[in-house]
Structure formats: structure tokens, C-alpha cells
């Protein structure tokens, strides 16, 4: 397997943002309990890796949970919305007006609701991912070109004909551009409810050690939810490609 420049850049840049970091830090004495130096992140991090790591298996279970809700709902809520141009521009004021919302406003009513746990931050999760791939759905359906139902329609095509073999496949790169953001959200919709109120996960994690003023510990956090950001990103980005880069191609050849 050839590497070639792109695959180095991510990690050359990554490596020397961290040297940087640790330098400022060491260069202008900043305090541990400011802004931690890189080493002393990552040896929190090695001298608590169970709890780092029990907890982060909690946070990723309760994001992917939420996730997924989001997925299927959103999916077939975006496939409702895009079928008529009358329900898009009926319910697409309604969708806007529940996404502006701010979430973390909702979080102590699913509290009180479901109790402290996993149940509020997987529907956290779900409520915050939610809105994107609905959009994105509806999207790619209601652009479709009238003058291609047009045709479509003067070969016979009914309106379910149009829908499953010209209006679903062409929302997949919207689905997969939704798919992407959706799951960045769905971390910060599962770690806002645990630092409310939950018993486990990476932010009730970080709420203690912030209490503790173990601040390179609460770094530590942060940095276990960026690895798995990165992580589930990277895995939609690859699905993006698979299942959907004929979209990229044809871009590209359009480019050309």
C-alpha cells in the first residue's frame, strides 16, 4: 500500500499542533490547571485509562444508540417530507422551529422524564442528530428536476416509480453529507445530557474530574471524544464512498 503526501498531512499536522501546545505551555510556565500541557493529558489519560475507557464505551453506546434512532426517523420522515412539495413547505417551518430549540434545554425534562441514565442521552443524541438527515432527505428528493418527472411521467412512471428509481438513489450524497454531521452532533447531544445528569459516560466523567481539579483528566476526556469523533466520521466518509461515489465521479468528470 502506497502512503502518499495527503495520508501523512493529517498526521504531520495533528503531531505538531500537539508540539506547539506542549512548548506554549512550557515556554510561558502556563498552568496545569489553565490549559494542561499535552504530557500531562496524555498521562492522565494512561494513569486512569480503565475509567477513561469504561466510560467512553458508555458514551459510544448511548451516540450510536441515538444515532441510529435518528437515521431511521430521520429517513423516513425526510422521504415523507420530499414526496409532496406541499408537506415540504408545510412542515419544513415546524422542523426548523423544533431544531432551533436549543437541546440542552430539553435535557432536564428527559430527566424527569426517564430518570438519570442512558435513556436521556441516547434521545439527546437522537434529538440533535435528527434534524440533518431529514433536511438533507427532503433535500434530494423535492430538487429533483420537474422536467425529468415530466418525462419520466409521459413513459408511464408513476409517482412511487419516480421515487424509488430516480428520487432515492440520487438523496444518497445528501444522506451520507447529513450522515456525517449527524454523528459529530450526536456526541455533543450525549455528552451535554451525561454532564447534566447521568452515573457514566466521558462527560459525567469530566464533570468529576473538573470538580476534582484534575484538569489534564478532563483533557483527557475531550481528547477520548475526539478520537471517536474522528473515528465514526472516517467510517461514514469510506460508506460515503462505497455507496456513493459515483456522485464524486460525476462531479469530477464535470469538473474536467
Sequence with gaps: ?????????????????????????????????ILPAPSAIFAAAAQFWWPLLRNSFVTLWTTVAGFALAVVFGIALGLVVGWSRAIYRGLYPVMIGFNSIPKVAVVPILIMWFGIGEIPAILTAFLISFFPIVVNVATGLATTEPELEDVLRALGASKLDIMRKVGIPRTAPYLFGSLKVAITL???GAVVSETIGANAGVGHLMVQAGSNFQMPLVFAG???????????????????????????????????
Design 222 to 256: 475531550l481528547l477520548a471524544l475526539a478520537v471517536q469523533g474522528i473515528f465514526m466520521y472516517a467510517v461514514f466518509a469510506v460508506l460515503e464512498r462505497r455507496m456513493a461515489g459515483w456522485a464524486f465521479r460525476a462531479s469530477m468528470s464535470a469538473a474536467g
Design 1 to 33: 500500500m502506497k502512503i502518499t503526501a495527503e495520508d501523512i498531512t493529517p498526521v504531520a499536522f495533528t503531531v505538531g499542533l500537539f508540539v506547539i501546545w506542549e512548548a506554549a505551555c512550557r515556554l510561558f510556565r502556563i498552568d496545569a490547571f
Design 186 to 188: 450526536a456526541f455533543v
